[in-house]
């Protein structure tokens, strides 16, 4: 009898953002007419860097010649890419890495959802609450997670709650824990931790060997000086974190599909008979059995991002994402919301008015103002009261949604 993985039936009903998708479309079809400004799904608007496309645009006809013709590549990405990585990316910020730290993949999704293969199915999980969907609903599939409560809370999850009341920043946890997901800047909330504020976090896992599981996704958004790129910026780090970075954010790349994951030697976990093993040789052989690679072209156009011209022209885009933020952000605080984040990071994250749950103000801003954002509830128990909307709209649409919010409000 083919049976299912029951870890599977445990999850609730759809995806997040499949679930605000569908209820998009049924209002968008009860009212054809509407005019409605997605400021939901992180998803950028803007054109890729012209050095990107063209450097794509080279990399197809490299594929039309069979003295340039690349077929299947390294799964762990190409050395041209892995190498740009380095020197780009954390050889600035003092960080040394060895290209074949870095795995190059499809996009931070995917890692993040598929770091816990080479994890302990009993390893005790802390996250972030609220928190990015993919690291809950991963280690439910991956059997980490219990069983669903009432209080909408995992009972073999440990929750950091990072609500205004903590000024975001999550306390340590009263019981040991063995992974722990980080995401600074911080997806859904915007706000980010300083040096000293990460190093609590690095000195705890190096005191509980444990792995902290950090996304940095939003790092390009960062302008605040004493808030960290890399969590390897912070001393230790090298032996108990694995980082998560992405191109969607950084480059526009959520359509086109491009990150990367660095894995440092000296990062090990237990194995049986007492052993210490590399998380770096496991994660390599999981990549080369289950990823075949991100395209050659992909990685063509990535590298262009560390281009000199396309140095400048992703920097023009974020600053584009980083003035709606800021326009958005004035925009509510006029209108009277109370807003966090939108400072180091692409979300705004508001609180809803006294007495109006996040799914009401989410239903009431679609149906109401035509103004699509994500209830911050749908990130986890301490989302509750808060509405996340993204700044990667365009300046019209996100111009339009703050005046729409004004009237309503007034
Ligand atoms: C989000 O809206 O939280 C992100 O776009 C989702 C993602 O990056 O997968």
Not at 91 to 97: A, E
Not at 110 to 124: E, F, M, P, Q, V
Not at 264 to 281: F, H, Q, S, Y
Not at 338 to 356: D, E, F
């Amino acid at each position: 009898m083919i049976t299912a993985n029951e870890n599977f039936l445990k999850l609730p009903g759809s995806y997040l953002f499949s679930d605000i998708a569908k209820k998009v479309n049924a209002f968008k079809e009860a009212n054809p007419d509407s005019s409605i400004i997605r400021l939901g799904i992180g998803d950028v608007t803007r054109p890729l860097a012209p050095a990107c496309i063209e450097a794509m645009h080279r990399a197809v006809n490299d594929l039309t010649d069979t003295q340039t013709f690349h077929g299947y590549g390294p799964e762990q990405g190409y050395r041209f890419l892995t190498e740009a990585i380095v020197t780009n990316d954390f050889l600035p910020r003092g960080v040394q890495l060895s290209p074949d730290e870095v795995f190059v993949s499809d996009g931070a999704k995917s890692d993040t959802g598929n770091i816990g293969d080479i994890l302990h199915r009993n390893n005790i999980v802390a996250v972030t609450d609220p928190v990015y969907p993919v690291y809950i609903d991963s280690n439910v599939m991956g059997g980490r997670a219990g069983e669903l409560g009432a209080d909408g809370r995992w009972t073999n999850l440990v929750y950091l709650p990072c609500t205004a009341a903590n000024n975001f920043v999550p306390q340590l946890p009263e019981q040991r824990v063995d992974m722990i997901y980080l995401c600074y800047p911080n997806n859904p909330t915007g706000t980010t931790l300083t040096k000293a504020q990460l190093k609590v976090w690095v000195d705890y896992a190096l005191e509980n060997d444990a792995l902290i599981l950090f996304d940095a996704a939003y790092e390009a958004f960062i302008e605040e000086q004493d808030v960290p790129h890399s969590i390897y910026e912070i001393a230790g780090a090298r032996q108990c974190a694995i980082e998560f970075r992405s191109f969607s954010k950084t480059a526009g790349f959520t359509g086109v599909r491009c990150g990367y994951t660095v894995v440092p030697k000296e990062v090990t976990a237990a194995a049986p008979g007492g052993k210490r093993i590399a998380l770096n040789a496991l994660w390599n052989r999981r990549q080369c059995t289950k990823f075949n690679g991100a395209s050659y072209i992909t990685q063509r156009g990535a590298e262009a991002v560390y281009s000199e011209e396309g140095k400048k022209q992703v920097r023009q885009t974020i600053d584009y994402y980083k003035n709606n933020a800021r326009t958005m952000k004035q925009g509510l605080e006029a209108a009277g919301l109370k807003v966090y984040g939108a400072v180091n990071s692409p979300y705004i994250w508001l609180q809803t008015p006294q007495g109006v749950s996040s799914w009401q103000f989410f239903d009431r801003l679609l149906h109401e103002v035509g103004v699509v954002g994500t209830p911050g509830a749908g990130f986890g128990p301490s989302g509750e009261g808060y509405l996340r909307l993204t700044a990667f709209g365009t300046h019209e649409a996100c111009m339009e949604a703050m005046k729409r919010i004004k009237e309503w409000l007034k």
